[in-house]
């Protein structure tokens, strides 16, 4: 039931440019894809207000054999590159939905994000392979798909539309690392998007460097007064977590919430963290 395409992926133009390093790579995650390399890790969102976990974001990982854990920003780009990034995506869609009914069946009601490629989000096929994963039980109303400021930023009158088509499907979209795109809140609110994630690099000093403070209370008030939901990312202590809190940001996400982890150790999480 795989859908890889390594042929059309190996003589991609854009291959010219890469040294035999990431021809190499590129051969290897192929191969990931075939042989079930790829793993799904899970980081656990928590309601600000509730204190409780809501949510988590599915990120890829590859477990090489010689490597060991592989994380995306290293293959993610030669992917996107080669056209690997389609078969990705499948994988990645089909391994969370699968996941998430298995949690759902255990009990635990989480809501699923998953991360949508510049690529992937200017293929017009996109909006067919979601609709599968939701014809086969994925509750559309548990689905939020990630794209990032600047990937809507590329094609913004198909980005738009392929943006709308998802959300009659009844998914939810958020805009991810917002703060380092250069959008204007004109052009976000063309976009049918619910949610906003501000971006880790303003979260990770927002208690010692009084400018990101600054951009993270604005954001979250102009998040608010388009009446998005927002998240904070990159969040890895108490302090951070209390403030957002205060500045009334919806949902936080990052270290001291958890980690990224395998999908067996999200039950246990949760359970610790409601009982906190
Ligand atoms: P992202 O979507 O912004 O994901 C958040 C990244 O921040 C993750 O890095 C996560 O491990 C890291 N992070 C979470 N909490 C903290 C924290 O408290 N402190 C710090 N310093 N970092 C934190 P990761 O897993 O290495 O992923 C990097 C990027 O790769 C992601 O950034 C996303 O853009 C991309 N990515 C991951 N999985 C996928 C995928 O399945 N598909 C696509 N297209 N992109 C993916
Ligand atoms: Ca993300
Ligand atoms: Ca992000
Ligand atoms: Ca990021």
Same mark, same amino acid.
């Given at each position: ?142 689905? &939020? @798909?990630?794209?990032?400021? /600047?990937?809507?930023? %590329? ?5 738009? #539309?392929? *943006?709308?088509? $998802? ?51 604005? &954001? @979250?008030?102009?998040?608010? /007064?388009?009446?998005? %939901? ?5 969040? #890895?202590? *108490?302090?951070? $977590? ?35």
């Amino acid at each position: 039931a795989k859908t890889v395409q390594p042929r059309t992926a190996v003589y991609d133009s854009s291959m010219a440019r890469d040294n035999s390093a990431q021809l190499l790579l590129l051969s290897e995650l192929t191969t990931a894809i075939d042989q079930h390399h790829l793993e799904l890790y899970y980081q656990l969102q928590v309601d600000l207000t509730a204190m409780e976990a809501v949510g988590v974001e599915a990120l890829l990982r590859w477990n090489h054999p010689v490597r060991g854990l592989i994380e995306p920003d290293s293959f993610l780009p030669m992917a996107e590159r080669t056209g690997l990034i389609r078969p990705l995506l499948d994988f990645v869609l089909t391994q969370t939905t699968t996941q998430h009914l298995e949690w759902r069946r255990e009990g635990i009601d989480l809501a699923l994000s998953i991360n949508v490629s510049t690529r992937n989000l200017l293929d017009t096929t996109l909006v067919e392979r979601v609709r599968r994963v939701l014809d086969a039980g994925m509750d559309p109303r548990m689905l &939020t @798909i990630e794209i990032t400021e /600047t990937s809507s930023m %590329t094609n913004p009158p198909l980005a738009i #539309e392929t *943006l709308a088509e $998802l959300r009659r499907l009844g998914v939810s979209l958020a805009i991810d690392d917002y703060g380092t795109g250069y959008s204007s809140l004109a052009y976000l609110q063309r976009l049918p998007v619910q949610q906003l994630k501000i971006d880790k690099t303003f979260v990770l000093d927002m208690m010692t460097a009084p400018a990101h403070r600054v951009i993270v209370r604005s &954001t @979250i008030d102009l998040a608010r /007064t388009l009446g998005l %939901t927002i998240t904070a990312e990159g969040v #890895e202590d *108490l302090d951070t $977590l209390m403030e957002l809190k205060a500045l009334c940001c919806n949902y936080a996400q990052g270290y001291y919430v958890g980690r990224p982890v395998p999908a067996e150790e999200i039950p246990a999480s949760v359970s610790k963290l409601n009982a906190e």
